[in-house]
């Protein structure tokens, strides 16, 4: 695959300066507009104004761009015929010159394609609850197991089974490091009750570790734990009540496959007036910002 690389992430690759990926189903799924296109926009200006370059990832009439302009994300955050593409979507939208959104999966595939090896993201796709019978496991984790580009996450979001998301990862040989913390971070919470063996304390120890991961041949992604903000943590009891309602609701109204994230992650935000997307907002800058720390380390 060869993306189209947007103007200013083919000036920051002339110029050896340190990019972060960004995911775009978070804009055209993930989010309502306008917020999600606001936080798109916010989202860049944070990775810049650490000093490095935002290289947001979609595809646009079949093109896969890493580095999407303003127009782009507009079209994005307002089009109604946005596909949601994770791996075995892209080759499709790309046939048919379809317009898409990069899932975790999907973004992964083109940042490695354009040599961009460090990504920001909110919460990965995981294991979901009933996935005995469901199967409904998401492919972000076989793509962390295989492509070599660091994921800065806020964990896997609670909506999820945890501990078989942590087995799976475990088995597809993904080391998951806590930022600043021995505890799996649950997205909209700082604690989840699964402990984490490998930590770092600095963005430093986290771009060693990536370069000697990489660096031996030990092919696959990594992801990097980044708690929520305190300040915008919620109460893990009051948030587990609204998760196991939102997920009745889920079953009720007969919401499977790849519309079951969207599905809950609207039904939370309605449960909890909107405070869930404050939180999510400010968890996916934090992560930004951290993602965009690791990148100058690992140039440095
Ligand atoms: N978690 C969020 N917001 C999101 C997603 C996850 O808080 O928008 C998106 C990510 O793009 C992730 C995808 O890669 O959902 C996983 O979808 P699925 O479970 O269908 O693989
Ligand atoms: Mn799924």
Known sequence: ????????????KR??????????TIIAHGMPYPQNLEVAHRLQDDIRSQGAVPATIAVIAGEVVV??????????????????????????????GKHGATTVAATMIAAKAA?????????????????????????????LGRTSVA???????????LPA???????????????????????????????????????????????TKWENEFEGGVLIANPIPAEHSFDKQVLDAHIAK???????????????????????????????????IALVRNNARLAAEIAKSLMG
Do not use: W
């Open 151 to 161: 994921v800065v996450c806020a964990g896997p979001k609670a909506i999820l089974d």
């Open 246 to 280: 939102a997920m009745d609701a889920a079953t009720a109204a007969g919401i499977e496959g790849k519309e079951v994230t969207p599905y809950l992650l609207s039904k939370v935000k309605e449960l909890t007036a909107g405070k869930s997307l404050e939180a999510n």
């Open 67 to 96: 580095g999407c302009s303003d127009e782009e994300l507009k079209l994005l955050a307002t089009h109604d015929e946005v596909m949601k593409l994770s791996r075995r979507d892209l080759p499709y939208a790309m046939a048919f």
């Open 165 to 211: 998301t942590m087995e799976v990862l475990e088995t597809e040989g993904v080391p998951v490091i806590g930022y600043q913390t021995d505890e799996l971070p649950a997205f909209y919470t700082r604690e989840s009750g699964i402990a984490l063996e490998l930590r770092a304390d600095r963005p430093e120890e986290i771009a060693r570790f990536l370069r």
């Open 115 to 143: 040599d961009v090896t460090v990504f920001a993201t909110g919460g990965i796709g995981g294991v979901h609850r009933g996935a005995s019978q469901s199967f409904d496991i998401s492919a972000d984790l076989k793509e």
């Open 15 to 24: 110029d050896h300066r340190p990019l972060v990926a960004l995911e775009s």
């Open 1 to 12: 695959m060869k993306p189209k690389l947007g103007s200013e992430v083919a000036a920051a």
